[in-house]
């Protein structure tokens, strides 16, 4: 819980007469608040929308039909080249979980292809590090997978090149394994842009 701030006699007084958060005997006006505390009363949709709208500088409707043109998806390309793969995987998250089409296994396979790029980046930030020097393995499984789930949406699908794409998962999945799980084909100079078309 986050302390409460002190208030003046007269919103003390006030605060019964306005609308505020929280419970009665332990709440606040929401301008007392900080940026981080309201964040943290938001549910990860909420957040994620949050900072979808931040990126696009522009309002988000989540329940957009249109794909190519859906602010998540967009939002994943935008933090793919910005090397910003977690986020890129966090934002394509909340598309994926409400698709119920045979996307879905799209949006898994981005999903699985920014999680891939999160092991090779931390490798490359951290490779002595006894967690993160251990990440080339599974990032080649995530390779693997996100090729077999992309695959079939090939050759071209909601605007992307989608061969082109399995191409370069199983170029990087092919370099760490010819050099024995030893060398990360990453780097923040290398790293890889996606374009839509």
Known sequence: MVAQPRRSPEVAGLRRAVFSLGKTDESW????????????????????????????????????TDVANHPFYRGFFHCWNEQRYYEAHDVLEQLWLKTKSRDADYFKGLIQAAGAFVHLQKRFEHPSHSKH?????????????????LSRFGPRHHALDVTAFCQLLRAYADQIIASDYKTNPWSPETAPKLKLL
Do not use: W
């Open 29 to 64: 006006f929401a301008h007392y608040l900080s940026c981080e505390q309201i964040k943290r009363s938001m549910n990860k949709g909420e957040r994620i929308s949050q900072f979808v709208a931040e990126l696009t500088g522009g309002e988000v409707d989540p329940d957009d």
């Open 133 to 149: 020097s251990r990440r080339l393995r599974p990032a080649v499984r995530l390779f693997r997978l996100a090729e077999r789930n």
